[in-house]
C-alpha cells in the first residue's frame, strides 16, 4: 500500500516528459495507490497530463 519511492524518472527521460501528456495502464487497481505514485512521479518530472486507464477494479469490504 505504502508506494512512496517505488517510481522515478530517470534523467535522460526527463525532457521526453516535460510538457507530455501520458498514459498509464493498469490491469487490475484494488487501492490505486500504484496508479497515485506513479502519475505523482510524472507531474514532479513536468508531464502536461497524465490519464490512467484501468481493465478492472476491485473493491475491498470495508468491514469496520
Known amino acids: 500500500?505504502?508506494?512512496a519511492g517505488a517510481f522515478?524518472?530517470?534523467e535522460e527521460?526527463?525532457?521526453n516528459i516535460k510538457?507530455?501528456?501520458?498514459l498509464l495502464v493498469d490491469d487490475v487497481?484494488?487501492?490505486l495507490a500504484t496508479l497515485?505514485?506513479?502519475a505523482q512521479v510524472l507531474k514532479s518530472a513536468s508531464a502536461k497530463?497524465?490519464?490512467a486507464v484501468v481493465l478492472a477494479r476491485v473493491y475491498?469490504?470495508?468491514t469496520s
Open 19 to 22: 510538457g507530455a501528456s501520458i
Open 36 to 38: 497515485q505514485a506513479a
Open 49 to 51: 497530463t497524465v490519464f
Open 29 to 31: 487497481a484494488t487501492t
Open 13 to 15: 527521460y526527463k525532457t
Open 1 to 3: 500500500k505504502n508506494m
Open 60 to 62: 475491498l469490504n470495508d
Open 8 to 10: 522515478a524518472v530517470a
